[in-house]
């Protein structure tokens, strides 16, 4: 078999950029839902979502998995331009460096309340873990990083969800759904831990894409024909296993339970069936979510693999500085949140911050329509930052640039 030539030090995809855009882009939309929507009424729970607020969040159902799959992509391009010691020690100390960045400057975004008082674990701690294993794993062959991928994402589905928890919430930290506990200190008051992401199936997703990396060093019309074939199986397989129910699906479904419950609920129209189809779990993210989710992302990747329009190059302003536009989104969002809240109420209330302080109420709740008036408003705030970000970032030759 041979063996795909390696990228040039200056080639950059920008198809990868464009479509880490768009992932960006769309995770803002999902925040900002949090920031300004209904905290209480959650998007994928059937009996009370609408549809309106269903498509909002699973359109950004995208973003995770895109965002984990092209972080194991840019490591393998990275890292063929690299030593193996190189690429080892950039691995090592980017992970770390991005589990201190979700547990301090992150976590403060989120809440706005002191670091390790509320310790949230979500898609940037995971990355990071995940570039710790593969800081090991990156020395297998290439075929066998595929072979994990599959087995982490796949094989999940014969481990027990409660055999990982028991006494403990910790091991959530490795497989498990959304742990939710509090944390006494010894020597200060209690934490309060929340893990979303855990590491087993987003491990997977990464090596995914770290097998597949070969692929975008190939020329451009094979490139896009094998991400056109790679997005269509893997939209048909989402469709199989969704329709066969069982394996692949965490939590239980079928078409019997949904339609009695959603007649229950006195929703017997068609599209709720379609959106409870639509409906996988995300938390931790079943085959079926993966496979929903990564068919469309390489359909992008194709289909952004040539010169940029107009939208395609305001999609790189934001790919090509996905780190800064994480951490400011959050304090821009939650900071408006919390201005607006002023501005109607005349005291300074943020949201999440009243949620985990058990202050919460009905009348920090905006509409849909609000939330979108404040998406498109941190875009706009956004964009020029990342503008100037990046071009900071392109001519730096400091190796920081590269952390950030």
Known sequence: MTQDPPLPRATRLQSIDIVRGLVMVLMCLDHVRDFYGDLNNTPEFLATTNPGLFATRWVTHFCAPAFVFLAGVSAYLAGARRTHAERTRFLVSRGLWLILLEL??????????????????QVIWVIGASFLALAALAYLPRPAHLVLGIACVAGQHALSLDSFTGSSSWPALFYGGVEFFQMQGPYAAASTVVINYSLLPWLGVMLLGYGLAPVFQREAAARRRTLLTLGIVGILLFVVVRACSGFGNIAEWSYATHAQTLGEAGRNSWWWHVIAFLNPSKYPPSLAFVLMTLGPTCLLLAWFDREPGFLGRRLLTFGRVPLLYYMAH????????????????GTWTFPLRAAFQGAYTEDMVHSLATVYLAWFACLAVLYPVCVVFGKWKRTGTSWVWSYL
């Open 104 to 121: 301090t400057l992150v976590n403060f975004g989120w809440v706005l309340m002191a670091p390790l008082r509320v310790m949230i674990f």
């Open 330 to 345: 959050l304090f821009v969002a939650h900071l408006g949140a919390g201005l607006l809240l002023r501005l109607e109420q």
